[in-house]
């Protein structure tokens, strides 16, 4: 009998180590995929907790989830934070959202742009608000990107950005200043098919890539002129 291993990659998570599952998105690309929708109840408030202590000082008023992932983020965040309230921002496009406000998408792992929609019924918990983002993964930075334009056109003022995972770094340049807005409790690299094999693409697998690099020429020693003979 031949039995198959899932292949995982091991990522650390608010301190505690994590196996996530390898999975192949085309014949070039493969993701480390994290459904915190399967990780039980401990997790979610491990990642709650982790989040809510992290912007507690900044004190968020609302914090606000993209579907469908970011839903029990949202949720556990909140209740650490002892907020009633939270607000979600929906993908599918239902009866009552015809007037939502709405942003464009195109996520990590969906092959057509999605729209993301606020309830304009939301947008009073968000106006002159002090909203904290959150959302599971962050990954192209399109969806957070979205979602801190949605909230800023609803007149919020984005105090922070949680999410779980980052996974490589272009969500930096998609991000432009908000870039330092972001927390995130743990850190994936994206992975390249070579050979039929998922490999960790070496200049993704840092977490803080741009400062190391920077930290890494600091150090460099200087290249010395040959001396005359
Ligand atoms: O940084 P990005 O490239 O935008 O990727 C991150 C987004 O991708 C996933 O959502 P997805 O679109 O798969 O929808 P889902 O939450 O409904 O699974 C995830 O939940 C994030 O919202």
């Not at 491990?46 to 000082?57: D, W």
């Not at 993908?91 to 969906?110: C, G, N």
């Not at 996974?167 to 972001?182: K, N």
Request: aromatic share 4%; net charge positive.
């Amino acid at each position: 009998m031949h039995l198959e291993t899932v292949r995982t990659h091991e990522a650390k998570i608010a301190g505690a180590s994590v196996a996530l599952p390898i999975v192949q998105l085309d014949a070039r690309k493969a993701i480390a995929l994290l459904m915190v929708i399967d990780m039980g109840i401990r997790f979610g408030d491990r990642v709650g907790e982790a989040l809510a202590a992290h912007f507690a000082a900044l004190r968020p008023e609302i914090v606000v989830g993209s579907a469908t992932l970011g839903i029990p983020v949202a949720i556990e965040v909140s209740r650490r934070l002892g907020i009633d309230h939270y607000v979600i921002l929906q993908k599918s496009p239902k009866f009552h959202l015809a007037d939502a406000l709405v942003e464009e998408v195109r996520s990590v792992t969906s092959t057509a742009p999605q729209r993301l929609l606020l309830d304009r019924r939301s947008v009073p918990l968000l106006q002159g608000r002090r909203v904290l983002v959150v959302d599971d993964v962050v990954a192209t930075g399109s969806s957070m990107a979205a979602a801190l334009r949605l909230v800023r056109r609803a007149g919020g003022c984005v105090i922070g950005a949680g999410t779980i995972l980052t996974e490589g770094h272009a969500w930096r340049s998609a991000l432009g200043e908000d870039a330092a807005l972001l927390h995130g409790l743990g850190h994936i690299p994206q992975f390249d098919m070579i050979e039929g094999e998922p490999v960790a693409d070496p200049a993704t697998v840092a977490d803080a890539f741009v400062e190391r690099r920077i930290f890494l020429k600091a150090r460099a020693p200087q290249t010395r002129k040959p001396s005359a003979a």
